[in-house]
C-alpha cells in the first residue's frame, strides 16, 4: 500500500527554521512529482512548493518564495522543505502530496495529485 509520511514539524519562533521531511513507503517517489501544501484553521488547503520527478524543475507560492526550499533526499523515498525566515502566518498543518502527472513546471493545485500524508503541525509562535 502507497503510504506518505511527514515529519518534522513542531513550535518555533518567529524568524526561525524547520526541516519537513516526507518520506514514502511501499513506492518511491523518484518517479512522481511531490507537492508539500498547507491548511490552517478557517483556511483553504494552499500549495506551497513542488517538485517535479526529474527534479530539474520547482515551484513555489508567492508567500514563501525566498523562504522555503523543496528538495529531493539521496534516498529516492524522501523529499524536503526547507523553511527558514518563518513567520506566524505559516501556522498550519503541513501536508506532502505524491503525482503520478508529470508537468515540465509542477502544480500547486491538489486536485493534481494522487496520494497524501496525513499532515504535520507546524506552529510559529513567541
Known amino acids: 500500500q502507497l503510504q506518505l509520511v511527514e515529519s518534522g514539524g513542531g513550535l518555533v519562533q518567529p524568524g526561525g527554521s524547520l526541516r519537513l521531511s516526507c518520506t514514502a513507503s511501499?513506492?518511491?517517489?523518484?518517479?512522481?512529482?511531490i507537492g508539500w501544501f498547507r491548511q490552517a484553521p478557517g483556511k483553504e488547503r494552499e500549495g506551497v512548493a513542488c517538485?517535479?520527478?526529474?527534479?530539474?524543475?520547482?515551484n513555489s507560492a508567492d508567500s514563501v518564495k525566498g523562504r522555503f526550499t523543496i528538495s529531493r533526499g539521496n534516498a529516492k523515498n524522501t523529499v524536503y522543505l526547507q523553511m527558514n525566515s518563518l513567520k506566524p502566518e505559516d501556522t498550519a498543518v503541513y501536508y506532502c502530496?505524491?503525482?503520478?502527472?508529470?508537468?515540465?513546471?509542477?502544480?500547486?493545485?491538489?486536485?493534481?495529485?494522487?496520494?497524501w500524508g496525513q499532515g504535520t503541525q507546524v506552529t510559529v509562535s513567541s
Open positions: 517538485i517535479n520527478r526529474s527534479a530539474f524543475s520547482t
Open positions: 511501499g513506492f518511491t517517489l523518484d518517479t512522481y512529482t
Open positions: 502530496a505524491a503525482a503520478r502527472k508529470w508537468n515540465l513546471i509542477c502544480a500547486l493545485r491538489g486536485s493534481e495529485y494522487d496520494y
